[in-house]
Structure formats: C-alpha cells, structure tokens
C-alpha cells in the first residue's frame, strides 16, 4: 500500500509562472522558507524524494523552459575540459580560442563566461544537443537527495517556476502548510 504521504491528488496544482510575481512572492516567505528548510530536514529523505518526483512529473511538463530561459540568463554554467573540447569540436574552434572566447577559469574551475549565456540566442540553446551537463541537470528535480541539496534549490527558488511551484506544492503535501 501507499503510504498516505506519497498519495499526490492530481487535482489542479495552480502553477505561477510569471517570474516577477515569483519574485516578489519569494522575497515575501524568505522567513518562512528558512523554517521550511528546517522542517524538511526533520523528515524522510527516501519520502521527501517520491514527493518531489511526483510533483516534478506533474509541474515540469506545464512549464515551458523555451518560454522561460530564466537559468540561461542568469547562471554562470559550470564546464569540464571534455566539454570545452567537445562544444570547441562542435564550433570547429580551436580549444583555446574556444576558451578564450567562452570561458573563465580558476586553478580548480571552469565558467562560462557570460550571464546570459552566449550560447542563447531568441531564447533558445543554440548549443541545445552539446549543452553542457549543469544545463541538462538544472533544476535537478529529478535527482535524488533533495533534502541534502537544500542550499542550492532555495539558491534558486526566486529564478527558476519549477522549483518554485514544486517547493510550494511540497509546502502542503508535508503538511508544513
Ligand atoms: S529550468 Fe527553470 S529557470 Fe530554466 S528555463 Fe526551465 S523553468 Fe526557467
Ligand atoms: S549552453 Fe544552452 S542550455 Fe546551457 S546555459 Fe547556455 S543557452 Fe542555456
């Protein structure tokens, strides 16, 4: 049987996909998220998980990402040496005029280097089939261990619909609201 937690009524999830509302909302429960994130890391890691699965399958497909683009105008993406050689390749750019059209770099990382990315163009990826793996992750709703990941979700809760529409939901399905 299923636990009574993991039963998500399909009924309508009112989704918010306006991001300035998201905004100024986010700003709003700024206080009552820090209890929330308090509050999730009391429960059941595996559960908390199945949740936010299910309310991924439910909430992504009703966002649009190429009618939001959101992370690709405001993240500066993580890259790896294979995918700078990759994405070069791709370009038939060298590595290095690659790297320093596109990249900055640490002793220990790679960015890209340009908020929005340089790669969007009218809103959609240029690159989309060579994105990089921060990209194809983002927002990582679909990963396990979401109560480890607090920190960089609610990093991006104001930026990004479908954390925000799915911490939101989590919000009643936890019975934290
Ligand atoms: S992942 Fe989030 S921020 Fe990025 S385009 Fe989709 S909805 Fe927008
Ligand atoms: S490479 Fe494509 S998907 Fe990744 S940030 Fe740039 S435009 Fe967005």
Partial sequence: MIPLLLQITHKAIIIEKDLTTIGVLAKAKE?????????????????????????NDIIS??????????CCKSLLINVTDSEADALSTHLEQSR???DKQ???KSSTMMLMNAIPCSFLSNEKCTVYE?????C????AMHLPDFNKRLFTTFMHYDRC?????????????TGFL
């Fill in 31 to 55: 206080n009552s998220n820090e209890d929330f994130k308090t509050y999730l890391k009391k429960k059941n890691s595996t559960t908390i998980d199945a949740l936010v699965f299910e309310l």
């Fill in 61 to 70: 497909p009703q966002i649009d990402c190429t009618a939001c683009g959101n």
């Fill in 96 to 98: 290095e005029n690659f």
């Fill in 102 to 104: 596109y990249l900055e």
């Fill in 130 to 134: 060579h994105r990089f793996a921060g």
């Fill in 136 to 139: 194809r992750e983002f927002p």
């Fill in 161 to 173: 619909p479908i954390i925000y529409n799915i911490v939101e939901e989590l919000k009643v399905k």
